[in-house]
């Protein structure tokens, strides 16, 4: 169902205790990123997965300085912020609101995670990364009270460094995330299954 500039599926919001946003990757769209919630322990969750102008959330590599990717990046952080207020205000808490994206919209979820820290259901971020030419942690504060996150990324990966996944993973740990990192040799650009298999194992329990 299309609201605005996003898509739900699942259960409706005022029948889920939980829900899920799922944030698709550059080139990508909202109903791509919605079909992978079959794979998923999701059956019981609203699903809501916001639309970005053009399928890309920012124009340039989310290892670019910041500024370079505004207003965009401003722009699409501000809009997960609205969904999940609105998924607030229509009565499911924020700790029980997950967040899921690949590749950009791995990015994506997990700087705006770090930018609105608190208890959420869980994070799962395929192949992402926290954004900027260098980790501005000044952006950081707040206390994930434990929130369970799995981030997974190849090594080597066109457009992610591992060094910059070990550095999400260390700002999280310190925020009191509960982290587990996988990082497999030659998977490629890609969700695989055993990704699926973590994240069903450690957020969506």
Request: hydrophobic share 40%; proline share 6%; charged share 15%.
């Amino acid at each position: 169902m299309h609201q605005g500039n996003f898509i739900t599926a699942g259960k409706k919001i005022g029948e889920a205790s939980k829900a899920l946003i799922m944030v698709h990757g550059r080139g990508g769209s909202a109903e791509d990123i919605l079909s992978l919630s079959r794979y998923l322990d999701v059956g019981d969750y609203a699903l809501a997965a916001p639309q970005a102008t053009n399928h890309t959330w920012y124009p340039l590599s989310f290892m670019a300085p910041p500024a370079s990717n505004e207003p965009w990046l401003s722009s699409a952080i501000q809009q997960l912020a609205a969904l999940v207020a609105s998924i607030n205000e229509q009565g499911i808490p924020t700790s029980r609101i997950y967040l899921l994206g690949f590749s950009q919209g791995a990015c994506l979820s997990l700087e705006f995670a770090a930018r609105h820290a608190a208890r959420y259901g869980g994070i799962a971020a395929f192949t992402g990364g926290l954004i900027g030419d260098r980790l501005y942690t000044e952006n950081y504060s707040g206390d994930f009270g434990g929130t369970p996150v799995f981030i997974g990324t190849s090594d080597p990966d066109p457009h992610v460094p591992p060094q910059r996944v070990n550095e999400t993973t260390g700002i999280f740990s310190a925020m009191n995330a509960r982290v587990t990192e996988r990082i497999y040799p030659n998977m490629g650009h890609t969700i695989s299954q055993e990704e699926i298999d973590m994240a069903n194992k450690i957020v969506f329990v």
